[in-house]
């Protein structure tokens, strides 16, 4: 990453590695290496943001269509409102804008890039839009102040809080525990284990953590270095023979090292294993890495792969005596064993015969085409377990503020791994913002002066946080039952922080502003009409494709459904592009659908990760 400053000394940005820097006029541009993406920064004099736009994008050398929906945006540090321009797909590209106000004077943002585009480089294009900033911009510092300590008032207000915007945020159940100074202050269930239901959430109430289960995967792995039984520079194929990626050669290097650190430049390809999940074992997914290929060079671009962070902890299971074959098992085994038993975790498991049996679990519900979230049958998340390491771990409130001690703990003799070993999970890998980098199975990001490490974790119906400030002391676990709540889980993670401080509430306005915004999306979308019924009639049958398998359109009752066998959903015409079908219900929520009528052909998703279906006779 390059700073870059106006000539005038206006403001400042970050030109990401390998994008091109010219003038447009009055503007600052910004051109992907491919020259498939472009930004455009720069101040307006006009005093109105639609002005400031239209002649944005007009010293831009652009014409962009009228504007599908101009809305509010969450105000960053340093401005004091922001308003976003959100326009229809044209020509294959996909156009944004945004405003940003501060003492009366606009900046102006300007994006454009094919879809495909913006998923091989979308954090790349997030550090430079991040590290937009007027150059006289006062953000709050708390570099080296040390926090309060949180006393029974903090800690009712914070609880006041999470119970307000749980309602507010559509989210039935909640836990939330919070750690300083080593102890346990705070472990509180909120809501309900099942909307409409009378069953409470405790701290002892399972519920699923997602992602956050990555940084189990490589503390598991550190431990593993440490006995001298892994190294993070070991080619993969030294463990795994079977190992292999598209390129032959680069197959021959990637190291334990490389698959968890989200900096591959390994695409996000989740539907190869949710389409298929039934079928899929880890031996199954690390056979079908072989067709994998890379976005970016190594180190270029933040990218988010499951099947790579999943065959770490696979790594780690064979490192600890697991056969191929067993790997599954393996992994779960050596994770109880190192991580769980140490800790005290004792309903902690990615075992989902065990939940179900125990009783005690949250359901999972996810956002649907009404407008509200649903219940989801517990075995939906099972189409996780193909990448287990990666985010299938259930665990609890009580479980996980055993977990946060035990980070926070680490350099003390109750540390689970030793100090330089937790030094090398949270050293930056790869930039994700101008703020933020990923290290290895964690987030590590500047937040007003403290370094702050944190994990999100996002299932069909679950939606958790876990974050921590090591040189404060101090730490919060959010576990949610609702998928798809990160406004959620980010309000209560930031009011913590805000409390533990001692700061003023600043972040809620934006919070409630991505409320809105999402409110007005489920509003959207609860108009969707159904497929008309001669449409559903052409389109009924069984399809499929050589990477997902098969799927089948069935006619229900008047509603077409979209059925890959793991579950199932009814497709509604987008009312956000007409000619595009949306899935309007169930774990794939607003996935996009499109149906060519002539060669009968269904397209699955957009842009670089789009699938087609062909039908079967």
């Not at 308003?83 to 294959?92: E, I, L, M, R, S």
């Not at 156009?95 to 300007?110: C, K, N, S």
């Not at 309000?491 to 001692?502: G, H, P, Q, S």
Request: proline letters at 6%; a negative charge; charged letters at 20%.
């Amino acid at each position: 990453m390059t700073p870059y400053t106006d000539p005038q000394g206006r403001f400042s940005l970050i030109k990401p590695e390998g994008w091109q820097t010219y003038a447009a006029g009055p503007l600052v541009a910004l051109t992907s290496p491919e020259g498939d993406i472009a930004l455009w920064f720069g101040m307006s004099d006009a005093k109105q943001a639609t002005d400031a736009v239209t002649s944005a994008w007009w010293a831009a050398g652009e014409v962009a269509p009228d504007p599908q929906t101009i809305v509010p945006a969450p105000t960053r540090e340093g401005f004091d409102k922001a308003t976003a321009f959100v326009y229809p797909p044209a020509d294959g590209q996909f156009r944004q804008a945004v405003v940003e106000e501060l003492d009366g004077q606009l900046f102006v943002t300007l994006l454009r890039g094919s879809l495909a585009a913006l998923e091989r480089r979308g954090a790349q294009v997030n550090i430079a839009v991040t590290g937009f900033q007027p150059t006289d911009a006062a953000g709050i510092d708390l570099t080296g102040v040390v926090p309060s300590q949180l006393d029974a008032a903090d800690l009712a207000a914070l609880g006041s809080y999470v119970e307000e915007n749980r309602v507010l945020f559509d989210v039935p159940g909640a836990v939330v525990a919070v750690v300083q100074d080593g102890e346990v202050l705070l472990v509180q269930g909120f809501g309900l284990r099942s909307a409409g239901g009378t069953e409470l959430v405790t701290p002892d109430t399972r519920m699923m953590i997602g992602s956050v289960g990555k940084s189990m995967t490589t503390l598991l792995m550190a431990g593993l270095v440490e006995e001298g039984l892994l190294d993070w520079n070991q080619p993969v194929q030294d463990i795994l023979p079977d190992f292999a990626v598209a390129d032959p050669e680069l197959s021959k290097t990637i190291t334990v090292e490389n698959l968890v650190c989200a900096c591959s430049g390994v695409p996000r390809r989740d539907m190869e294993f949710l389409f298929n999940a039934r079928e899929l074992d880890a031996e199954a997914v690390i056979a079908s890495l072989a067709s994998f290929e890379f976005f970016t060079a190594f180190g270029e671009a933040f990218q988010y792969s499951n099947q790579l962070v999943a065959t770490g902890g696979w790594v780690a299971a064979a490192a600890a005596g697991s056969r191929w074959g067993d790997l599954d098992d393996g992994y779960a085994t050596a994770l109880a064993k190192r991580v769980f038993e140490p800790l005290g975790m004792t309903r902690s498991t990615l075992d989902f015969d065990e939940v179900q049996a125990d009783g005690d679990y949250a359901v999972p519900h996810a956002p649907h085409g009404s407008g509200q979230r649903r219940g989801l049958k517990v075995q939906t998340e099972a189409a996780l377990l193909p990448v287990a390491p990666a985010g299938a771990h259930w665990s609890t409130g009580a479980d996980m503020a055993r977990y946060l001690q035990a980070l926070l703990a680490v350099g003390t003799a109750d540390g689970l791994i030793a100090p330089e070993s937790f030094a090398h999970l949270t050293t930056p890998q790869v930039p994700v913002s101008a703020s933020m980098s990923y290290g290895l199975g964690w987030f590590v990001e500047t937040w007003r002066g403290q370094r702050l490490i944190h994990h999100g974790g996002n299932t069909f119906g679950f939606t958790s946080e876990l974050a921590f400030l090591p040189e404060a002391g101090a730490g919060i676990v959010i576990l949610t039952n609702a998928g798809r709540a990160n406004d959620f889980v980010r309000a209560v993670r930031t009011r913590f922080l805000e409390i533990l401080f001692e700061q003023p509430q600043s972040h809620h306005d934006g919070a409630l502003i991505a409320r809105t915004e999402a409110t007005r999306q489920a509003n959207e979308l609860a108009g969707a009409a159904p497929i008309p019924s001669g449409s559903a009639h052409a389109a009924e049958g069984r399809y499929h494709s050589p990477v997902l398998g098969e799927v089948s359109l069935v006619r229900e009752r008047g509603r077409l459904v979209l059925d890959i066998g793991e579950f199932s959903g009814e497709l509604r015409i987008d009312p956000r592009q007409p000619g595009r079908w949306v899935i309007w219900e169930g774990p794939l929520f607003t996935y996009p659908i499109a149906y060519e009528s002539e060669t009968c052909v269904l397209t699955f998703g957009e842009g670089a990760t789009a699938y087609d279906f062909v039908p079967l006779e």
